[in-house]
């Protein structure tokens, strides 16, 4: 079979060929029909500093966006038979340490205590970052990552449940319905907070990006978006301001992971509010912390999602409630998968998925 994988611990990947996996006995064969590009993906074809502790474990394939059709399980499963359309949710976690006893098995370092997070992802992210992922024709998952899909649902937006989800698990950890929401970064983590916090029920969602964003920017508003404002163009803190009549926005979700941008989050922000950060930082920020006291803002950090979060977008998903196609902008074949990432990571493109 066909896949995409990370070689050798330096720039780049390569489309190889591999045997079909033989699933275990806990195990499921998927022959995959649609596979996303994460930005994480494209860090890890950059080979961008904190995927370092992958160098042991090249070959790898990578990818965790994904949907399929279940083609074989093994003697142990009892939830999916052969026939069942599935995506997955990348987590492999030990299930008996703080956290996964806690629910929060995004969070899990298999007992390994608190590592240096700033710098490795949680050994809990397994499928496509420490054991094969989905950029293949066929992967060989344990039953317990997987989810099934409502038959009807194509695969191409069954293959957005874990993008959405990382937005909707922002969006599910506070309170927008009927609150002015404000995404910072039009980037496909902030397209899934305006399409999260739209289904929520938030009353006007304001998004700001670069001018190179219009693009993207315009996508936004096909999602939800009820402003979408150019940052080059205007001042961003004011403008929220504004619109809310001087208050601040009630949630301000930051997706970009530019340091300097996180002082201006916290200016835009009403008066015990709150402010979210998703986005991963290449470097550390400095902004008035007194900003936070006196208005009493709460800063919080959001990773991945939870299982739970899977359940409720698949469900919105098939209702119409969420609606992820517009931030899928083009779809290529695995061979051409140097040129879609080359895309991707000039930012020509917002999502890519493979086709097989």
């Not at 997987?146 to 695969?155: I, Q, T």
Request: hydrophobic share 45%.
């Amino acid at each position: 079979m066909k896949a995409v994988a990370k070689v050798k611990p330096e720039f780049g990947i390569e489309v190889i060929d591999l045997p079909i996996p033989q699933p275990k006995a806990d195990e499921i064969l998927i022959k995959v029909k649609n596979a996303g590009i994460c930005g994480s993906d494209v860090h890890i074809y950059e080979w961008t500093s904190g995927y370092e502790y992958m160098a042991g474990l090249l070959p790898l394939v990578i990818g965790h966006e994904f949907a399929g059709e279940v083609m074989e399980v093994g003697s142990a499963v009892k939830s999916v038979t052969a026939g069942d359309h599935v995506t997955a949710i990348p987590h492999v976690n030990c299930k008996s340490c703080y956290f996964c006893r806690r629910g929060l098995i995004q969070l899990c370092d298999w007992g390994c205590g608190k590592a240096d997070v700033a710098k490795e992802v949680p050994k809990a992210m397994q499928i496509g970052f420490r054991r094969n992922g989905g950029m293949a024709e066929y992967i060989a998952i344990p039953e317990g990552n997987v989810y099934k899909l409502p038959p009807e649902m194509p695969f191409d937006i069954g293959a957005m449940v874990n993008p959405i989800s990382v937005g909707f698990h922002c969006v599910e950890k506070t309170y927008v319905c009927g609150e002015v929401v404000c995404v910072l970064g039009p980037g496909p983590i902030g397209l899934s907070c305006v399409i999260s916090a739209k289904a929520a029920g938030a009353a006007k969602v304001i998004v700001a990006g670069l001018g190179k964003d219009i693009r993207r920017l315009d996508i936004a508003r096909q999602v939800g978006a009820d402003e979408a404002m150019v940052v080059d163009e205007v001042d961003i803190v004011a403008a929220v301001m504004q619109i809310t009549g001087g208050l601040g926005a009630a949630v301000v979700f930051e997706t970009t992971g530019v340091p300097d941008i996180l002082s201006q989050a916290v200016k835009m922000t009403r008066k015990n509010g709150e402010v979210f950060l998703s986005g991963i930082y290449a470097r550390e920020s400095q902004f008035q912390f007194s900003d936070l006291v006196r208005g009493q803002i709460a800063l919080r950090g959001s990773y991945s999602m939870l299982p739970a979060s899977y359940d409720r977008v698949i469900s919105l998903m098939a209702v119409g409630r969420i609606d992820p196609r517009p931030l899928v902008t083009r779809k290529m074949n695995i061979q051409e998968a140097q040129t879609a990432f080359e895309l991707l990571r000039n930012k020509e493109e917002v999502k890519i998925q493979f086709q097989f």
